[in-house]
């Protein structure tokens, strides 16, 4: 695996254990979440990231598999972009849903590189 590729790679996996870690020591209720403007913009920016690293990847390899890329990359358009348009909602269907099977998709990536 190309040296650059693999750098955003582990840049994206780091990018999904930091919002892991947002919730390590309090309990992961929607309704916390919803209340709480600090980790909601810390999640946003490590999906900004998540984002930027993956389309990278994409301008240098576009045959790159990674399931889900452009929606990745979409999304980290959507919340630079589209900011407005990002609800609390939305960011807790990636914090529940998205990012652990991206951080999976990576993972498995890497250990077979």
Do not use: C
């Amino acid at each position: 695996m190309d040296e650059y590729i693999e750098k955003h790679l582990i840049d994206v996996l780091n990018a999904t254990i930091e919002v892991e870690s947002y919730f390590a020591n309090v309990s992961k209720l929607f309704q916390d979440f919803q209340k709480d403007m600090l980790r909601q913009r810390a999640v946003e920016r490590n999906v900004e990231i998540m984002g930027e690293a993956i389309n990278r990847i994409l301008k240098v390899d576009p045959n790159f598999k990674l399931p889900n890329a452009k929606a990745i990359i979409n999304t980290r358009n959507r919340v630079i972009h589209g900011y407005d348009s990002v609800t609390t909602e939305f960011l807790w269907s990636l914090i529940i849903r998205h990012i652990p099977a991206l951080k999976k998709d990576v993972e498995n990536i890497l250990a077979n590189k």
